[in-house]
């Protein structure tokens, strides 16, 4: 079946730093790949996204290219800030008819000043 | 933002009694998922719906039923809660199946507590 890999942290950085959250997946066929981002007492909301390989998706500063060579999502950011504190999903979903989407655990990011 | 709404956004209640969560949608969107979300497991599916009356389970269904009647409205129901079912519920909502990356709106949350 379809699995994600993620860290669950806590990653902790100073503002302005790199950041690096690795995703890797398994998953037959096709899959689209997403990262949600999850601030305090909300919901998830979608960051960005990418639907085939060698696709870069990006949103406020992040980025994420679609790797089926090493079956990777990996989410960067090259200066955080503290607004940008939250916990991270990365996430796939196979295409074609209803296929649920598969969530990581989450990696929680804490930035501080 | 998408319309959804959850209600109660939180609730305490005891082993062994009913509890009903609410999901309202304005967008008409077809697709409702239900998901619990606990510390080490991420956000796990418990039942989604295609349409009206049309439900399936997810990995987690046990202990957990749903019903929709309209298409903006999805019920969650834990007929005798118990203090495993202890969680966060997120309800979701998307256009569209099949080919493409459709993504899922979430509403807010409920934070439900079984004593």
């Known amino acids: 079946g379809n699995s994600v890999t993620q860290m669950e942290g806590p990653v902790t950085l100073s503002e302005e730093a790199f950041l690096t959250i690795n995703c890797t997946y398994t998953a037959t066929g096709y899959p689209s790949l997403f990262w949600y981002v999850q601030y305090p007492g909300e919901g998830l909301q979608l960051l960005l996204k990418a639907t085939k390989a060698d696709d870069k998706g990006s949103n406020k500063g992040f980025e994420a290219t679609y790797r089926k060579e090493t079956t990777s999502f990996h989410l960067e950011k090259g200066s955080v800030q503290v607004s940008d504190s939250a916990v991270y999903f990365c996430?796939?979903?196979?295409?074609?008819?209803?296929?649920?989407?598969?969530f990581g655990i989450g990696t929680k990011l804490q930035v501080i000043p | 933002d998408a319309g959804i709404t959850q209600s109660p956004r939180h609730k305490v209640t005891e082993t062994g009694t009913p509890v009903t969560l609410r999901c309202h949608q304005t967008?008409?969107?077809?697709?409702m998922y239900w998901y619990r979300q606990d510390p080490g497991h991420g956000l796990r599916l418990i039942h989604y719906s295609y349409g009206v009356k049309d439900t399936d389970k997810g990995e987690v269904s046990d202990g957990y039923s749903v019903s929709r009647s309209k298409t903006e409205d999805f019920l969650l129901t834990l007929e005798s809660a118990t203090s495993s079912q202890t969680s966060v519920y997120f309800c979701a909502i998307s256009e569209s199946q099949g080919v493409g990356a459709y993504e899922q709106y979430f509403g807010p949350g409920t934070r439900l507590t079984v004593t």
């Open positions: 967008e008409n969107h077809r697709y």
């Open positions: 996430a796939l979903r196979n295409s074609g008819g209803y296929q649920k989407v598969t």
